[in-house]
């Protein structure tokens, strides 16, 4: 509306300018110049003025073309899935006496995944009686994969220097709660559009009094959204299980316990798969902006204007 | 408004005390003999001549009869012709208004035969119209008739038109061998300003004055408009060498073909570019005039 009415306008003031009455007879009054338009050289003069104002016209019609289309903003509809990795995970294990078996493999099956892993953060946090970050969250993969071997031979062989900072000085290990609650810290505020999920490794066996209950530590998970998924082992104890199994259920992740036969690897790509399938972005219709054909007229436009300009500047 | 004449008179007061003095007081020559109180010269009676022409005393110093002959004082008319198109309204080289200078020159010519005592009669028009005031031999008729010419000339005026101004004239105006001063702008002759022209030479004694325009290529003054178009000149026509050239040499070509047909037509002719060469342009014109009923 505001557009042709603004257009009618600029007709109207054109049509006025066009019809305004010619009072031109105040400058310097010459006569019987139609000797000089005969001439041949003035007809190739006028010519070529002729020439110079269409160009710097079109020059200028370009540009203002340009500058409507480029104010139009022109756009071209993208269908894009958004980055679906941006997920941070923290391997939160227990590294109680009972669990470096478990633990090795749950190290092993990641240590596998880091070759499919493309913009994921790791991190690896272990407790027991204190909680220790191995490595924060990275996704500086041959940091990741060096760690991760370095976790996995001290499992391996049971190396008491790797574990001897989770060991608390009054009675108290393998607190599960505790435990969540630190690896909860790892994760960076700033990144909270991320997915977030903890996968804990633990039998859930704890000794002595920690600070934070196992609900506790489920409940303020998902306050962070953080998902907690449970790797149990065959051996732990019906009660404790369920309480896990709770505490993960609360969070929206879930716990499996690890078969004898089947092992860690299984229950940890499922969990990549279902981390995968939950943070799958809804693919969604973006506009791209696409300034570069009116800007390339826009520009061409100011080019045949100053050409046309410089061109008739010559003489 | 009495403004005209005034200027005319006090510009040809300083050229009176100028070179052209002796100019002034011959003016123009008479084209018969007749009676009048100039005596002439003297001749032997012949048969029908008018008794009261004897000079007696002659007659009897030289012992025959002799006759006193006069110098006509019948009056002259001179007719200003003055083509008042809308090109009159534009500038001539010097920047001056074509107008004015048309106005001063049929003053000049005006006033020299108001003084003189004779008759003048003006005529002016355009392709729209065509006036003549009748001869007569008042100062402040001559005032009011370059009043008119002057009123007559604006950019707004039809364009130009010597011959239909010359062919109105010679319907008109009844009074034959007039003196028949022409003003006007013209550059080149077509065939019917020729034929008009060449009428009028026969009827009459044709002075042509001409004014020359404004070579717009010449130099850039700024704000130049075209009087026919009413239109702006374009800007770049002063920054051409060969167009200026062009221009020069068709401007020359053109000026000697005017001189070649005028010449051909037998009319004395002047081109006057400013107020101090109009007056004596004018007394060259009426010397030539002179010259050549002297012949």
């Known amino acids: 509306m505001l557009a042709v009415g603004l257009a009618a306008l600029v007709v109207v003031l054109l049509l006025l300018w066009i019809r305004r009455p010619r009072s031109a007879y105040d400058g310097v009054l ?10 041949p050289r003035f007809r190739t003069l006028a010519r070529r003025e002729q020439l110079v104002a269409a160009l710097a016209t079109a020059g200028a019609l370009g540009m203002v073309a340009g500058a409507i289309l480029l104010s139009a903003r022109p756009a071209r509809p993208v269908v894009v899935e958004p ?27 990641f240590r596998q995944l880091l070759d499919g892993l493309n913009g994921e953060r790791l991190g690896l946090t ?8 191995v490595f924060p969250l990275t996704d500086d993969y041959d940091f990741v994969r060096s760690k991760l071997d370095e976790a996995e031979a001290a499992f391996s062989s049971e190396d008491y220097d790797y574990f001897v900072g989770t060991e608390a000085v009054e009675e108290r290990a393998s607190q599960t709660g505790d435990g969540i609650m630190s690896c909860l810290q790892r994760f960076d505020v700033e990144h909270d559009d991320r997915g977030r999920a903890v996968v804990l490794a633990t039998d859930n066996d704890p000794l002595g009094q920690g600070i934070f209950t196992v609900e506790e530590a489920a409940g303020e998970a998902r306050r962070d959204d953080v998902v907690v998924y449970g790797v149990g082992t065959p051996g732990m104890r019906p009660e404790r299980a369920t309480e896990l199994a709770d505490a993960t259920a609360t969070t929206g992740g879930f716990m499996s316990v690890v078969e004898d036969t089947g092992g860690v690897d299984d229950v940890v790509r499922g969990i990549q798969e ?7 972005p809804i693919p ?9 054909v009116p ?21 | 408004m ?23 007081q011959g003016e123009y020559a008479s084209t018969a003999v007749g009676r009048s109180m100039d005596l002439n010269d003297l001749r032997e009676y012949v048969r029908g001549d008018d008794v009261r022409d004897i000079d007696w005393k002659a007659s009897a110093r030289g012992g025959q009869m002799l006759v006193k002959r006069f110098v006509a004082t019948r009056k002259h008319t001179v007719l200003v012709v003055v083509s008042t198109g809308r090109s009159m309204a534009a500038v001539n080289e010097q920047l001056l208004p074509k107008r004015d200078l048309a106005v001063f020159v049929a003053g000049v010519v005006g006033w020299l035969a108001v003084r003189h005592g004779d008759l003048v009669g003006v005529a002016y028009g355009d392709a729209a119209a065509c006036h003549v005031r009748p001869a007569s031999g008042g100062e402040l008729r001559l005032e009011r008739s370059l009043g008119a010419v002057h009123d007559a000339i604006t950019p707004h005026a039809a364009p130009a038109d010597l011959a239909g101004l010359l062919e109105h004239v010679a319907r008109v105006v009844r009074r034959r061998r007039t003196i028949m001063v022409v003003v006007c702008d013209e550059h080149g002759l077509d065939e019917r300003t020729v034929a008009a022209l060449g009428r009028a030479r026969v009827q009459h004694e044709v002075l042509l004055v001409t004014l020359d325009d404004l070579d717009p290529t010449r130099r850039p003054v700024p704000g130049l408009t075209d009087v026919d178009q009413g239109a702006p ?36 002719h002047e081109r006057v570019a400013d107020h101090e060469t109009a007056v004596p342009a004018v007394f060259r014109l009426l010397e030539r005039h002179r010259h050549a009923r002297g012949r």
């Open chain 1, 30 to 39: 010459v006569a019987h110049t139609e000797r000089l338009r005969a001439l």
């Open chain 1, 83 to 109: 980055d679906r990795n941006g997920r941070d995970i923290v391997l939160c294990l227990d590294v109680s006496g009972s669990m470096d078996r478990w633990n090795r493999q749950v190290v092993e099956s």
């Open chain 1, 126 to 133: 272990i407790y027991s009686g204190l909680s220790i970050s």
């Open chain 1, 274 to 280: 279902i981390e995968r399938d939950r943070l799958r």
């Open chain 1, 284 to 292: 969604t219709g973006v506009e791209i902006d696409e300034p570069a």
């Open chain 1, 295 to 315: 800007f390339g007229i826009a520009v061409a436009g100011f080019v045949v204007l100053l050409g046309g300009a410089l061109l008739g500047r010559r003489r």
């Open chain 2, 2 to 24: 009495t403004t005209h004449l005034p200027r005319i008179k006090a510009r040809l007061a300083i050229h009176s005390h100028r070179k052209v003095r002796g100019l002034l």
């Open chain 2, 233 to 268: 000149l374009p800007d770049w026509l002063g920054g051409d060498a060969r167009l200026r050239q062009d221009f020069v040499e068709a401007v020359a070509t053109e000026a000697a073909g005017l001189k070649a047909q005028l010449a051909r037509l037998g009319i004395p």
